[in-house]
């Protein structure tokens, strides 16, 4: 097994990546300190809307921040195909492992709002290396998209 092939395979299993998309390249920017990981779409194209079958129209790259590993920011480049259905047009498939127009992953995500229960923001942005209104707007986002999906109580309010 090739070097590049062996790496795909353990970042494939450390990013919980789900099996329709495959890790397919790796390298480090040695300047940055990034390890940065191609992923792709690997399995047949259907509708996102209707289900059926559907070609190929376009790839559009999403630069995703990944949880650090070994000392390195992990930046996944994920090649987000375009599909063209007859009925619904042209759609984008989503990436399951991060929320639609996030730069972020979900597992990212998570982390951020496990350290903000004991952390400060400024605290978990130096930890992360990223702004502290970028921290904030994680946390607003997250918030938003957990109470969007409680459950609605009569009382107008939604429980967790």
Wanted: with cysteine; hydrophobic share 35%.
């Amino acid at each position: 097994m090739e070097e590049q092939e062996i790496l795909c395979t353990i970042y494939q299993e450390v990013l919980s990546i789900t099996p329709e998309w495959k890790a397919m390249g790796a390298w480090k920017d040695d300047e940055r300190s990034d390890v940065h990981i191609r992923v792709e779409y690997a399995n047949r194209y259907v509708c996102p809307e209707c289900g059926k079958e559907a070609k190929l129209h376009d790839h559009r790259i999403r630069r995703l921040r990944h949880v650090d590993a070994c000392g390195n920011q992990m930046i996944l480049e994920v090649n987000v195909p375009r599909i063209k259905c007859p009925e619904h047009k042209a759609k984008q498939l989503d990436a399951p492992f991060a929320e639609k127009h996030s730069m972020y992953t979900k597992l990212f995500e998570t982390r951020v709002i496990e350290w903000l229960k004991t952390m400060s923001v400024n605290a978990v942005a130096k930890k992360v290396n990223i702004g502290w209104d970028a921290v904030d707007n994680i946390r607003k986002h997250v918030v938003k998209r957990s109470t969007a999906s409680a459950p609605y109580r009569p009382d107008g309010h939604t429980s967790q």
